[in-house]
């Protein structure tokens, strides 16, 4: 079954959002027509962004983006797809460690819906070793963040280190 316009889902937590992040959906947006990024939720990790931050940080940064929206969901990823015709799903990948997960998770959603396609994007090499969670760890012990994020998600980690 093809859809009429080709739609990218970029799914994930995004707590933060990174520039490594933003330079996958960039690069998807220069293949499809839109992508929606989407935001989970839900999360085995604990958080530092609730969900409502999380959402609206990435809105400041893709704001003048016209192909690029935001989007968030609750529950499978999956249902999700199913619910609003989408078909494509796109990820990034940094490492040997993120195929493993990543071939899981989309043999999984293959599973349970065979016409929704996985698509990964490999890494920038100058974003192969950020992640969120060395990110928010360098933050921690007062390290210069301000390459690795965009601005308004700079912003606002500054404002909970210094309130
Ligand atoms: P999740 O918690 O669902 O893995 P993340 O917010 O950590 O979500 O990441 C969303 C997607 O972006 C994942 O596919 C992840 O591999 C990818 N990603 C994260 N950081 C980078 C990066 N620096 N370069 C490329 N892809 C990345």
């Given at each position: 079954?093809?859809?009429?316009?080709?739609?990218?889902?970029?799914?994930?937590?995004?707590?933060?959002?990174?520039?490594?992040?933003?330079?996958?959906?960039?690069?998807?947006?220069?293949?499809?027509?839109?992508?929606?990024?989407?935001?989970?939720?839900?999360?085995?990790?604990?958080?530092?962004?609730?969900?409502?931050?999380?959402?609206?940080?990435?809105?400041?940064?893709?704001?003048?983006?016209?192909?690029?929206?935001?989007?968030?969901?609750?529950?499978?990823?999956?249902?999700?797809?199913?619910?609003?015709?989408?078909?494509?799903i796109v990820r990034g990948?940094?490492?040997?460690?993120?195929?493993?997960?990543e071939?899981?998770?989309?043999?999984?959603?293959?599973?349970?819906?065979?016409?929704?396609?996985t698509?990964f994007?490999?890494?920038?090499?100058?974003?192969?070793?950020?992640?969120?969670?060395?990110?928010?760890?360098?933050?921690?012990?007062?390290?210069?963040?301000?390459?690795?994020?965009?601005?308004?998600?700079?912003?606002?980690?500054?404002?909970?280190?210094?309130?």
């Amino acid at each position: 079954m093809k859809s009429q316009k080709m739609i990218a889902v970029y799914p994930g937590f995004f707590d933060p959002f990174t520039v490594g992040h933003l330079n996958i959906v960039k690069r998807a947006a220069s293949i499809f027509e839109e992508v929606v990024v989407l935001v989970a939720s839900d999360s085995p990790k604990k958080a530092m962004f609730d969900f409502s931050d999380r959402i609206a940080m990435i809105r400041e940064v893709l704001q003048s983006e016209k192909y690029i929206r935001v989007e968030s969901f609750e529950g499978l990823l999956i249902d999700y797809m199913k619910k609003n015709g989408y078909q494509v799903i796109v990820r990034g990948l940094r490492t040997v460690s993120d195929y493993e997960y990543e071939f899981q998770m989309a043999q999984a959603n293959r599973t349970m819906d065979e016409d929704v396609e996985t698509l990964f994007l490999v890494t920038a090499p100058q974003y192969s070793h950020l992640s969120s969670t060395l990110i928010k760890e360098i933050a921690r012990l007062g390290g210069d963040i301000s390459k690795m994020v965009p601005l308004p998600v700079y912003n606002k980690m500054k404002k909970i280190k210094n309130p």
